[in-house]
Structure formats: C-alpha cells, structure tokens
C-alpha cells in the first residue's frame, strides 16, 4: 500500500496492492474519502472498474 495519512485519514495518491504484487486499486484521497477517479484491478493486473467519486460518494462507474 502506497498513500499519506493526515490526522489518520488517508490524502493525495492511494495505490494497493494484491498480495501477488499487482495493483488492486489507485487513485486519489481528500480527508480521508475517495475524491476523484479510481482504478480497481483484478488480481492477475486486468482493469476491471473504474468509479468516479465526489468525496466518498460514488457518482458513477464502469465496468471494463
């Protein structure tokens, strides 16, 4: 897991990782909610969603 705490909530790039190495997920954190686009990869690395948030709240999302 790569990210930045601040007062114990996560801000700026959240990347994850499957206990293989690939990617899980990644995208951005504001106060502690996901704030933006985010990327969720299954664990053989294929793009498989992709959700748009608005500080926690999911607006949209796609499913690849």
């Known amino acids: 897991e790569v990210f ?8 700026g790039q959240v990347t994850v990782y ?8 990644e ?8 704030n933006g686009t985010f990327r969720f990869f299954n664990k053989s ?3 498989e969603k992709t959700v748009n948030y608005d500080f926690g709240e999911p ?5 690849h």
Request: proline share 0%; net charge positive; aromatic share 6%.
């Open 59 to 63: 607006l949209d999302s796609i499913i």
């Open 27 to 34: 995208g951005n954190a504001s106060n502690g909610y996901f």
């Open 18 to 25: 499957h206990e293989n190495g690939n990617k899980k997920l």
């Open 4 to 11: 930045t705490k601040i007062d114990n909530k996560h801000h």
């Open 45 to 47: 690395g294929k793009l």
